[in-house]
């Protein structure tokens, strides 16, 4: 015999659907860690004047990013980080991280785990979750050439990291694999509860953003990257934060997300961005590239930096077998450019540090 349900049943059955629903996703909204949001800028590495990493001056740029007020920070992420450094700087570079970071009053610290196969990367991981930072940060290895190396490489990536993991959704310069898709991102956040933060920055990059949103709270949290340049934009589609070598304006950038949070000050927002646009704006007409190049001026302007060394790829972005290193050169017309363009941001910088 058919049971025929009254109106008020059928309400009420719906009701309890969706009121369950709704708990499942704010379970799964609160599996997202809070202090793995907002501005994370990628520390540039310093080098000696003999090229050798200056771990001394590491330290004190992560000291200045936490003073900045930035949420986090990351090391080793950049491609000059991770493919010109040895394995031992790289390690050590996190040890000496992790024993700065404990004197923080912001800033979470998040290492790069980056490997050319699986195998390199386990190293890289297991060293970092001795070091207990809050959070890692993985790319596609070098040696990924289909989406399921990537899903078994990652898979390898949890069976060690025991604290949120983020992916950068692409490779490095020896990268010949594909994008890993949306659909991937979202397969293993569910297989993995500590999965699910996406630095996004693969074409096509809006697309995938929206899409990325769309499948939250799967998707722990979205990443803006590239340089900060769609950072604004994206914002409005549902990122929560900025990954990207921008450390130097870590004041700047922790000023923006505040005016992100809070909403009150559209304008001053919209300000700050486009005088910070204006400034990277350089990254093209001047040497040494977008992401570090300039900035190296800025890093001594601001205390922190000693030199504007830097290690070189080889011929044809190669990395080459021993370290190649030169110092950025930079013209008076030049330096006076950066300064005249950086003495906008003036007005949203804190009082430097004593």
């Excluded at 008076?332 to 950086?342: G, K, P, Q, S, T």
Aim: include cysteine; charged fraction near 25%.
């Amino acid at each position: 015999m058919t049971k025929h349900l009254t109106r008020r049943q059928l309400l009420g059955t719906a009701f309890s659907s969706t009121t369950a629903l709704w708990s499942e996703r704010k379970l799964q909204a609160a599996e997202a860690d809070l202090r793995v949001r907002g501005p994370f800028p990628i520390l540039s590495t310093p080098f000696t004047e003999s090229g050798a990493v200056d771990y001394e001056v590491l330290a004190e740029q992560a000291r200045f990013v936490d003073w900045g007020g930035c949420p986090g920070m990351i090391w080793p992420q950049s491609g000059d980080s991770v493919d010109l450094l040895t394995m031992d700087e790289k390690l050590r570079g996190m040890e000496v991280l992790a024993e700065t970071s404990r004197g923080f009053k912001t800033s979470a610290l998040c290492l790069g785990v980056q490997g050319k196969d699986t195998e390199e990367m386990l190293v890289y991981a297991r060293h970092a979750e001795k070091l207990a930072p809050t959070a890692i940060i993985s790319r596609p290895p070098d040696s990924g050439r289909t989406e399921d190396d990537l899903r078994q490489y990652w898979r390898e990536l949890a069976k060690v990291a025991k604290r949120p993991v983020i992916f950068q959704t692409t490779g490095g310069v020896a990268y010949k694999g594909p994008v890993p898709s949306v659909k991937l991102m979202i397969e293993l956040a569910k297989e993995f509860p500590h999965f699910g933060y996406i630095k996004e920055e693969a074409a096509p990059i809006i697309a995938r953003t929206r899409e990325l949103c769309a499948a939250k709270p799967v998707i722990r949290r979205v990443f803006s990257a590239r340089g900060a340049h769609g950072w604004l934009y994206e914002s409005h589609l549902g990122t929560e934060g900025l990954i990207t070598e921008r450390a130097v304006y870590a004041d700047v950038l922790t000023k923006v997300w505040n005016l992100m949070q809070s909403g009150d000050d559209p304008d001053t927002a919209r300000d700050i961005h486009a005088k910070l646009m204006l400034l990277f704006n350089l990254g093209q007409h001047l040497p040494g590239g977008d992401l570090r190049g300039f900035q190296l001026h800025l890093w001594k302007k601001r205390g922190v930096f000693k030199n504007m060394i830097s290690r070189q790829y080889g011929p044809n972005r190669s990395i080459p077998d021993k370290p190649i290193f030169s110092e950025l050169k930079l013209t008076a017309d030049e330096i006076a450019e950066i300064d005249f363009r950086f003495e906008a941001l003036r007005p949203y910088l804190k009082a430097e540090r004593r």
